[in-house]
């Protein structure tokens, strides 16, 4: 193939060189193929005139054009013109470029005006590139036709244009390459991660379960009775786990279940905190909540899991100290905060702890868990048309704030206290 850096035609006026030489550049240093083109063709064009080109791929069953413009005279008539398929399809039958002129008949001639009056078209066929038949087609209006030394310059483009795409294959090859090598070191991540976060509470189960099952002790009741609680617990943190497995392999395949309906907040986090506080916490729950009788139009199990996941955080992650729950109206959306008296969260980690398996540095060992369930609860405020984000609670803890649209609830007026 001839290149800008080689000798090529005798016939080359300087311009036409410099043309060429800038477009090689062009090519080199674009990144979006589209974007190129149209550098090209705005390179190219102070020396070789055209109004409109196309690029044309041949599917085997018809020509789609990939890349159409109006640069000149074209531009206003851009409905009612010829694009120029016939001659392209001709440069590929041929495999060598295609010359047509066409005068239109004196009644065409001025329903279309002047300037259409005569259309030129180049046809010139680009290498076939992975089975793929492409042909870019140069068009004038008004003439002159297209003389041979301008299709030797415009098969020099086109020539030119075949690297680009070829180019832009090759780049598209790399970053599918690449992309498929992330993805086989996110899924070992995730065999690996997995395997350790299942086998911890199996341990535990397997463990007391084995013990209690030895012939040789007999165990008080009061043993008996706390190994069982253990195995309890384990099985349930198991069952968590699988659950939020299960939701974020459902959330990928957008198959996530909702069961919308009006859902009076106030109502559902009073009985949430009270289920709560009856359970054994390793923090002290505050409730602070405005009891005005108002609905979010969402899912009550999937809005209950989200506070779950944020209770069960703090009590992970910020043990201790009090965690209070809080609900506020405010003009479009209802406002829930659940804050900690943590260590918090670094401001520069505050956007990646709810993507899918992000932990902190500090917890990744120290802590079990997955790095799922924020973004679970991302995903599920999300398709409420809300937003969770987390910010500093006063005392320098974690406050999580979870909003969700009332504004939108069906029928609102008409609610119960
Ligand atoms: P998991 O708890 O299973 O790791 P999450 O998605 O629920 O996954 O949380 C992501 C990470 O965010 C956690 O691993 C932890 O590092 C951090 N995090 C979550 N909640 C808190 C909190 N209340 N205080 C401090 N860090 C937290």
């Given amino acids: 193939m001839t290149g800008p850096t080689q000798p090529m035609d005798a016939s080359l006026r300087p311009e036409e060189y410099k043309a060429l030489y800038e477009i090689g550049r062009v090519i080199i240093q674009m990144e979006d193929a589209q974007a190129a083109l149209q550098e090209i063709l705005r390179l190219a064009r102070p020396v070789f005139i055209f109004d409109n080109v196309v690029l044309y791929e041949d599917s085997g069953e018809m020509l789609t054009p990939t890349y159409a413009r109006s640069i000149g005279r074209g531009r206003s008539l851009e409905a009612e013109v010829d694009w120029g398929e016939t001659v392209a399809l001709q440069a590929l039958q041929r495999g060598e470029p295609v010359v047509e002129s066409r005068v239109a008949s004196g009644e065409e001639s001025t329903e279309w005006g002047e300037r259409l009056g005569r259309q030129d078209f180049l046809g ?116 968590s786990m699988i659950d939020n497995l299960l939701d974020s392999s459902r959330l990928q395949a957008g198959a996530l279940a909702m069961d919308f309906q009006q859902v009076y907040l106030a109502r559902l986090l009073q009985d949430f905190i009270d289920r709560y506080q009856a359970e054994d916490l390793p ?30 955080n703090a009590s992970k992650y910020a043990p201790g100290g009090a965690v209070t729950v809080s609900l506020t109206w405010e003009d479009a959306f209802a406002h829930i905060t659940v804050s900690d008296e943590g260590p918090g ?51 320098g803890g974690a406050a999580f704030h979870v909003l969700l649209p009332w504004d939108a609830a069906p029928d609102r007026e008409g609610g119960e206290a």
């Fill in 124 to 239: 010139l066929p680009l290498k076939n590139l992975e089975g793929v038949r492409r042909s870019l087609v140069f068009i004038r209006f008004g003439g002159p036709p297209f003389l041979s030394e301008q299709v030797r310059f415009a098969g020099l483009i086109a020539e030119l244009v075949e690297r680009l795409l070829e180019r832009q294959r090759l780049v598209e090859r790399v970053a599918s390459l690449e992309a498929e090598r992330q993805l086989a070191r996110l899924q070992e991540h995730f065999v690996a991660m997995i395997s350790h976060e299942l086998r911890s509470p199996l341990g535990f189960i397997k463990g007391y379960a084995t013990t209690l099952l030895r012939q040789d002790t007999e165990w008080d009741s009061n043993t008996r009775r706390e190994f069982l609680t253990i195995i309890d617990e384990e099985a349930d943190r198991l069952a």
């Fill in 283 to 312: 923090f002290e729950l505050r409730a602070d909540i405005s009891p005005e009788p108002r609905a979010v139009w969402g899912d009550p199990r999937r809005i209950s899991q989200v506070l779950e996941n944020l209770l069960g």
């Fill in 345 to 395: 969260i670094p401001p520069e980690q505050r956007t990646n702890i709810f993507k899918r398996f992000y932990r902190l540095p500090r917890h990744e060992e120290a802590i079990p868990g997955t790095g799922l369930g924020l973004h679970i609860c991302r995903q599920i405020v999300r398709m409420h048309g809300g937003e969770i984000y987390v910010d500093s609670a006063a005392g």
